[in-house]
């Protein structure tokens, strides 16, 4: 595969469409307890990985639904991780407990950031999660 140069930068991977949550505003609420038939195998998703480490390295932003929600998550950042990309996870920060032990235990990603206050106060209302 030839590379695509300097201009890829960034690619946002929805792994899967399962959440933890219930937002009035999701396109895939049909799907949200366990997540989709047609969401990438953990070999597929490392052969994505594989095809992007020669794309020029991109960031490789790993979304949902919720991330975490796939048990081989970590397994793939780290494997994308390995394969010389930057890693990012767009989690909803209400699975943290799981996220802070695998960030600080395994240093796979760069950044967690948890949900603001003030957000929070929304969130039963918006995500059908607990305000506290």
């Keep these: 595969m030839e590379p695509f ?7 946002y991977w929805e792994t899967t469409a399962g959440c933890n949550l219930k937002c009035i505003h999701c396109r895939r609420s049909d ?5 989709s038939p047609e969401e990438l195998s953990t070999n597929q998703g490392k052969q994505l990985i594989d ?3 020669v794309m020029g390295k991109p960031v490789l932003i790993f979304s949902g639904g919720e991330p975490l929600f796939r048990r081989d998550i970590f397994d793939l950042t780290a494997y994308a991780k390995s394969a010389g990309l930057p890693v990012a996870l767009n989690a909803d920060g209400m699975l943290k407990e799981k996220l802070v032990s695998r960030v600080n235990g395994g240093r796979t990603l760069r950044r967690l950031v948890a ?18």
């Design 5 to 11: 140069g300097p201009n890829l930068r960034r690619v």
């Design 31 to 35: 799907v949200l307890s366990h997540g």
């Design 51 to 53: 095809a992007l480490a």
């Design 115 to 132: 949900p603001r206050s003030s957000w929070r106060r929304s969130c039963a209302r918006l995500r059908g999660c607990s305000s506290g």
